[in-house]
Every structure is written in structure tokens, then in C-alpha cells.
């Protein structure tokens, strides 16, 4: 007997998720990057795009926002004449829905939860937001630098003597955000298939950064852990766990926690009897201040030479232009390129079920006669019209 084609011409080597179906609501930041993830897995994820496109400053192309990569797009106006009919027929047929709007939006557009599981029981609603669902501050406006702030975790980065360092996007919308909404999602799919009975995720940015920090509470509550930036062993106020500049403008990052590795990079450092000033916090300041001089001595490459084939726990800080070219993440094949644009490859790594690049960001609307087909919408179709729906 031949067996049905999976949707999206997927293959069985595409994924551990091929044959999962993901209704992605569009939004910006941590709902597409989760949708991504899931796409870089196997899943078959449609993206319902909005006439008019979302709200970014600055903007990519379509064709440059690597978030949509594997994915495919349909473009739906939610007040137009059936927008909300087509996108709940979608939703007849996924597994998995992630919408990133405030709180009451997606009901006031007729495609909340109750909406979407009243034509599928077993459909797992993912909703990603930054405040979360509940409190205070649910229906109000945010983004990745206010969600960290009031967990306590922003407050941690950065030097003593300047303001907290916004981490880029990297630690809120996507630490705490996409990959917390991911793990519910793919927990809520383990339960549903068991159970027949799907339910509502409620990721929140805040819950999942103050998640992250749960071995800094712990810390904390045992006295090991000052609440102070640049005061404790891993948020630079050690001075064998940081970065120095070189005598080229380059850095070099030190993590030579363990004695073992200590030793092994004052060796290779030539740092002399200022290598003995480890073991006593009130000397850090002479010792952070002698690394920092011997690293000056040399530029980033004659020291990355240095400590090549070492165990003292020093790399290299490379650009985003540098970082695809570095030996072993070639080795490892962590940067991959799609139509002439490198990119980090899917992760993590699977022996039997690799994810792979099968697709280039999908543009708004491109897919739509496909996924009609695939996903049995014949009415996805027809014309939406330029009347955007409402926004976050």
C-alpha cells in the first residue's frame, strides 16, 4: 500500500516533527522564532500573514528574515468577509497554534482558544507574550529589555560602575521566551496525543527569565550570590571568568574556573607570581588588572595561537561576520547556507531524524494555493481584502 504524501512535500528525513501541523498567527519576535524551531524540525508550519505586514522598525525584506525560513505563508485578513471562518478551518487541522498578540485580542478577532478548540478538541494553543496572560501589567505594551528587567535578571548584567547591559533580543524573546514556549508546546502535544484532550500554553517572558535564573536564587538564598552586578563568579567580577582587550582591539574570553584550567591559562598567559592572587577575592582587582596587561602585549589572533589546543578555557570573541568561518563550527557544520545566505543550522542535532533547510523564509501569501491544498482549505483561496486586523 503506498502511503499518503506528508504535507508540504515533506520527507521522513526532514525531522523528529514531520507531520506535525503548526498554524502560526503572524506576530514579531519570540512567536516566529519559536515557529521556526519548530519548522527547523520537521514541522509543517503555515504562517498566516495579515495584508499590510507587522510592525518593525527596522523591517527585513521577506526575503532576509531568517525566522520564517521552512515555513510556508497564507495571507488572511481576520475582518475581511470569512478571514476568521478560513483561519478557524486551518485550525480545524493543525496540532499546534502559537499567536503572540496581547491579551483578548485573538478573542476579539473570533480566534481564541475556545474559538480555535471548539473545532479541534485536541489542538495545543500556544500563546507567547511578554507579561503573560494575567496581571497587572498583562494588557500593557513591552519588549524584551522591560520583561527583563523587573525579574531581576537584567539587573545582573553588565559592569558595577555602568547601567545593566541589554543582552540584544537573546536572553528575554528567545531564552526566555521562544524556547519555554517550545518545550510547553511540545509537552502539550505529548499530553494531547495521549489523552486526545489539548489545552492552552501560556508562555511569558517574564515566567521563562526568571526560570533561567533558578541556580542564581539558589545561590543567593545560600549567601554564595550577591545581589550586585560584577560581584560574583560568573557575572564579571571574577577576573579568570571575563573578557580583555588586546593589543589589537580584539577580546579574548576567559572561563578558567577550575584550578586545573587556572593553572593551565597563567602558564600559557605568562602571568607569573600575580597567578597566586586566585584564591583571595580582596587581590582580584590586582589580578584582574595584571591578566588585563598581559593580554594588551599581544593582538587576538597571536594569542588565540597561544592557547589553541589547551584546555585553559580561552576562545577567541568573534563578529557575527567571523563566527561561520571558525574552525570547528565548520567542522560541526553549525553555519549553513540557503540560497547564498549563511545561517545558523538547525539544532539541536538528531542521529536519525536531522532537521534540515527545506525552505527560504516564506514570503506573505506566497503559499496560499499550496497549503489549500495540502491542508484540504479550498476556501483559503479566496481574495482577502486590505483591511489590516487588529494588533498586539
Not at 473545532?119 to 496581571?135: C, D, H, I, K, P
Not at 528567545?174 to 499530553?191: D, E, M, W
Not at 561561520?324 to 543550522?345: C, E, M, N, W, Y
Not at 542535532?349 to 506573505?364: E, H, I, N, V
Amino acid at each position: 500500500m503506498t502511503e499518503p504524501p506528508l504535507p508540504g512535500g515533506a520527507t521522513t528525513t526532514d525531522g523528529p516533527l514531520t507531520g506535525v501541523r503548526v498554524l502560526e498567527l503572524a506576530g514579531i519576535g519570540p512567536g516566529p522564532f519559536a515557529a521556526m524551531l519548530l519548522a527547523d524540525l520537521g514541522a509543517d508550519v503555515v504562517r498566516v500573514d495579515r495584508p499590510g505586514g507587522q510592525e518593525l522598525w527596522p523591517g527585513p525584506d521577506p526575503a532576509h528574515d531568517l525566522t520564517h525560513r521552512n515555513k510556508r505563508s497564507v495571507r488572511v485578513d481576520l475582518k475581511s468577509p470569512g478571514g476568521r471562518e478560513r483561519v478557524l478551518a486551518l485550525a480545524a487541522r493543525a496540532d499546534l497554534l502559537v499567536e503572540g498578540y496581547r491579551p483578548g485580542v485573538a478573542e476579539r478577532l473570533g480566534v481564541g482558544p475556545a474559538d480555535c478548540r471548539a473545532r479541534n478538541a485536541r489542538l495545543v494553543y500556544g500563546r507567547m507574550t511578554g507579561w503573560g496572560q494575567q496581571g497587572p501589567l498583562a494588557p500593557r505594551a513591552g519588549h524584551d529589555l522591560t520583561y527583563l528587567a523587573v525579574t531581576g535578571a537584567l539587573g545582573t548584567i553588565g559592569r558595577p560602575t555602568d547601567a545593566p547591559a541589554p543582552p540584544a533580543n537573546l536572553l528575554g524573546d528567545y531564552a526566555g521566551g521562544s524556547l519555554y514556549l517550545v518545550v510547553g508546546l511540545l509537552a502539550a502535544l505529548h499530553h494531547a496525543r495521549a489523552t486526545g484532550v489539548g489545552q492552552v500554553v501560556d508562555a511569558a517572558i517574564v515566567d521563562g527569565a526568571a526560570h533561567l535564573a533558578t541556580l542564581v536564587h539558589g545561590l543567593l538564598a545560600a549567601g554564595h550570590w550577591q545581589d550586585r552586578r560584577g560581584a560574583n563568579l560568573l557575572d564579571g567580577g571574577c577576573p579568570f571568568y571575563g573578557c580583555y582587550r588586546t593589543s589589537d582591539g580584539g577580546y579574548m574570553a576567559v572561563g578558567a574556573l577550575e584550578r586545573r584550567f587556572y593553572d593551565e591559562f597563567t602558564d600559557l598567559l605568562d602571568l607569573g607570581p600575580a597567578a597566586a592572587l586566585r584564591d583571595d577575592p580582596t587581590h582580584w582587582d590586582a589580578l584582574r588588572a595584571a591578566v588585563t596587561d598581559r593580554f594588551l602585549t599581544r593582538s587576538r589572533a597571536e594569542w588565540t595561537e597561544v592557547f589553541e589546543g589547551s584546555d585553559a578555557c580561552v576562545a577567541p570573541v568573534l563578529s557575527l561576520h567571523e563566527a561561520p568561518a571558525h574552525p570547528h563550527l565548520v567542522a560541526r557544520g553549525t553555519f549553513a547556507t540557503r540560497d547564498g545566505v549563511p545561517q545558523p543550522a538547525p539544532a539541536p542535532r538528531f542521529s536519525a531524524t536531522p532537521g534540515a533547510l527545506r525552505r527560504s523564509p516564506a514570503r506573505p501569501g506566497a503559499d496560499t494555493a499550496e497549503v489549500a491544498r495540502d491542508w484540504d482549505v479550498p476556501d483559503l483561496v479566496a481574495t482577502p481584502s486590505d483591511h489590516p486586523p487588529e494588533g498586539r
